[in-house]
T-cell receptor, first 114, second 110 residues
Framework: SQQGEEDPQALSIQEGENATMNCSYK?????LQWYRQNSGRGLVHLIL?????REKHSGRLRVTLDTSKKSSSLLITASRAADTASYFC??????????????FGGGTRVLVKP | ETGVTQTPRHLVMGMTNKKSLKCEQH?????MYWYKQSAKKPLELMFV???????ENNSVPSRFSPECPNSSHLFLHLHTLQPEDSALYLC?????????FGEGSWLTVV
């Protein structure tokens, strides 16, 4: 089964609201990454959090990591219609060459209504 | 633009055809990847190349044949595919930790 699983699978919010999505994984990791994919396009890297970090910020994005629970969350604050996309977590398994076995979850589809 | 260019963007092929997908990156990365993205399934890693050498084959059927002639180019040769192989095929490159994806090649097998 897949390493990372996002929850919820889909999320619909109004512009200006916050969007929160979660990712759970199974094995120890070097780092966890979040990517974004606009419909039918390639994925774009958003943020990376290392296994020894608990929280990280980038603009309107806030990522947390709880290695004891093997979970991460991505918060998008003050959402905009342009944030409509699918968001994926990806885990870099501990013990593997960095980036070589990055495993993606099924994604959370976020719809931001104007 | 991510610096990873894939061609063609769309491809329709019959099950007896032979076609190839091409990927090119000008980022100076030494790792390149092929991923498959099907409807309602997670993104699947297919192949990994490091310094032109294949380091990962994720149990991909032999009807998919990758080729990496140099660190900037990656091909996926397609032969006698099945309709269930219809998907978005994503090429990517990496300098180490993060992955840079191309826009993908939409493949439809008829």
């Amino acid at each position: 089964s897949q390493q990372g699983e996002e929850d919820p699978q889909a999320l619909s919010i109004q512009e200006g609201e916050n969007a929160t999505m979660n990712c759970s994984y199974k094995t120890s990791i070097n780092n966890l990454q979040w990517y974004r994919q606009n419909s039918g396009r390639g994925l774009v890297h958003l943020i990376l959090i290392r296994s020894n970090e608990r929280e990280k910020h980038s603009g309107r994005l806030r990522v947390t990591l709880d290695t004891s629970k093997k979970s991460s969350s991505l918060l998008i604050t003050a959402s905009r219609a342009a944030d409509t996309a699918s968001y994926f977590c990806a885990t870099d398994p501990f013990g593997q060459a960095a980036g070589n076995k990055l495993t993606f979850g099924g994604g959370t589809r976020v719809l931001v209504k104007p | 633009e991510t610096g990873v260019t894939q061609t063609p963007r769309h491809l329709v092929m019959g099950m007896t055809n032979k076609k190839s997908l091409k990927c090119e990156q000008h980022l100076g990365h030494n790792a390149m990847y092929w991923y498959k993205q099907s409807a309602k399934k997670p993104l699947e890693l297919m192949f990994v190349y490091n310094f032109k050498e294949q380091t990962e084959n994720n149990s991909v059927p032999s009807r998919f044949s990758p080729e990496c002639p140099n660190s900037s180019h990656l091909f996926l040769h397609l032969h006698t595919l099945q309709p269930e192989d219809s998907a978005l095929y994503l090429c990517a490159s990496s300098p180490g930790l993060t992955i840079y994806f191309g826009e993908g090649s939409w493949l439809t097998v008829v």
